[in-house]
């Protein structure tokens, strides 16, 4: 899924692989923040919704960052933006609404 176009740097550049820029891969620690978050909303405890309130202002750092660096213009050179990009920062949104709004616990008794 191509998050951006750069002649300069070897055509599209996605979330694993960015072609001959220094960018890295950030498509990794995505997917890790993914299975974590997933994991812990599994678990559906408090301790765990905790942590997913940290792992998403991280993922939301972490998506902001990227998008940053993948959309600067550097030298004259400014990379057209692909719907990839657009579809990962929706996503990071959405991850994190679904973790600032967890749905109630049933098994849990308000008035106890």
């Known amino acids: ?3 951006v176009y750069v002649s300069s740097a ?3 550049l996605t979330a694993m692989d960015t072609g001959t820029s ?4 950030p498509g990794i620690l995505f997917l890790f923040f993914a299975v ?3 994991v812990n909303m599994a ?4 301790w765990s919704k905790r942590v997913n309130l940290a792992l998403g202002a991280l993922l939301m750092a972490w998506m902001v960052r990227n998008y940053i660096l993948f959309t600067h213009c550097e030298a004259g050179i400014c990379p057209d933006k692909r719907w990839g990009l657009y579809l990962n920062v929706l996503a990071c949104i959405g991850t994190f609404i679904s973790i600032l709004f967890p749905p109630d616990d049933p098994h849990h008794d308000k008035n106890a």
């Open 10 to 12: 070897g055509g599209r």
């Open 36 to 38: 974590w978050i997933i």
């Open 22 to 25: 220094n960018l890295g891969k």
């Open 43 to 46: 678990i559906n405890r408090l």
């Open 1 to 3: 899924m191509p998050w």
